[in-house]
C-alpha cells in the first residue's frame, strides 16, 4: 500500500511540473519584454514595451536629441541678444522672437517624437528632418545675428554721432581762434557721410533678411533664401567698413585738434615772455 501511495505520490509532482512549466515560460517572456524599453541617455522612455530598441536605434536617438539640444541652446541664447537690442522698434524683435519661439517648441515637439520611435526607418526620416524641414541654422538663427549686428552698427553710429557733434564745436572754437581748420572740417564732413551709410546700409541686412521664410524643400525659394542673406551679410560688411572709416576721420580730427592746442599754448607762453 505504502508503494502505491508513494507512486501516486511521484506521478501527481510530475503532472504538477508539467503543468506549471507553460506559466513558468510566460513569466520567463514577459519578464523579457517588460524590460525590453531601453532609451539613449537622455532620451525620453519608449512606452511600446513590445519593442527591443536595437543598438543602431539606440544610437540614432542619442544622435538626434543631441543636434536638438545644441539647436534649441543656440535659439536661447539669440533670444537672449534680441531682446537686448535697443535700435529696432518693439514690434521687430517680438517678430523675430516669435519665429525663435516656434522653432523651439517644433524642435521640442519633433524630440518627444524622435524618442518614442520604434524602428530605425522612422528615426532615421525624423533625424534627417532636423536639417531638412527645421531651418534653424540655415535661416532662423542667421536673420537673428543679422538683426543683432545690424543693431549694433547702428548703435555705434548713434555713439560716432554724437562725438561727432561735440568735435564739430572745438573745429567752430578753434576756427575763431585763427587756426586753419580745413582738414578737420573736411574729415568732420566724411566722417558724417560715412556714419549715413552705415546707419542705411545696416537698416537695409535687416530689410533683406527679416521676411525671409523657410524654403522646406522648394529650390527656388531656398536659392532665393540664400541670395537674401548673402546682400544682407553684404550690407552689413560696407556698414563696418564706413564705421572704419569714421573712426580714422576721428582721429585725424582729434590729432588736428590737439596740434592747435599745443601751437595756442606755445604762443600764449612766447606772448607772456615778450610782455615780461
Excluded: C, W
Excluded at 572745438?170 to 546707419?199: E, H, N, P, W, Y
Excluded at 532665393?224 to 544682407?232: D, E, I, S
Excluded at 572704419?244 to 585738434?257: E, G, Q, S, Y
Amino acid at each position: 500500500m505504502k508503494r502505491i501511495n508513494y507512486i501516486t505520490l511521484l506521478v501527481a509532482i510530475a503532472l504538477g511540473l508539467v503543468t506549471l512549466a507553460p506559466a513558468f515560460a510566460a513569466a520567463q517572456t514577459a519578464s523579457v519584454n517588460t524590460s525590453a524599453a531601453v532609451t539613449a541617455p537622455g532620451a525620453s522612455v519608449n512606452t511600446n514595451t513590445s519593442i527591443t530598441l536595437t543598438a543602431a536605434e539606440k544610437t540614432a536617438i542619442g544622435r538626434g536629441d543631441t543636434e536638438i539640444t545644441r539647436r534649441t541652446a543656440a535659439l536661447t541664447d539669440l533670444n537672449t541678444r534680441i531682446q537686448a537690442m535697443q535700435k529696432v522698434t518693439d514690434a521687430f524683435k517680438a517678430g523675430i522672437s516669435a519665429s525663435i519661439t516656434n522653432e523651439i517648441n517644433t524642435l521640442a515637439s519633433l524630440k518627444a517624437k524622435i524618442d518614442a520611435d520604434a524602428d530605425l526607418a522612422t528615426l532615421k526620416t525624423d533625424i534627417q528632418s532636423i536639417t531638412s524641414s527645421y531651418r534653424v541654422f540655415a535661416l532662423v538663427l542667421p536673420q537673428g545675428r543679422i538683426a543683432a549686428a545690424a543693431d549694433r552698427e547702428v548703435t555705434i553710429v548713434s555713439m560716432m554721432s554724437t562725438l561727432g557733434s561735440k568735435l564739430q564745436a572745438r573745429i567752430q572754437a578753434a576756427q575763431q581762434g585763427g587756426a586753419d581748420v580745413t582738414a578737420m572740417s573736411a574729415a568732420l564732413t566724411d566722417m558724417a557721410a560715412k556714419l549715413q551709410d552705415a546707419q542705411t546700409q545696416a537698416e537695409a541686412s535687416v530689410t533683406a533678411s527679416a521676411s525671409l521664410t523657410p524654403h522646406n524643400g522648394d529650390s527656388t525659394k531656398m536659392a532665393a533664401n540664400n541670395a537674401a542673406l548673402k546682400t544682407a551679410r553684404t550690407d552689413l560688411k560696407t556698414a563696418q567698413t564706413d564705421l572704419v572709416a569714421a573712426r580714422k576721420d576721428i582721429n585725424t580730427i582729434v590729432t588736428a585738434l590737439g596740434k592747435v592746442k599745443a601751437t595756442t599754448t606755445a604762443s600764449s607762453t612766447t606772448s607772456a615772455s615778450v610782455t615780461q
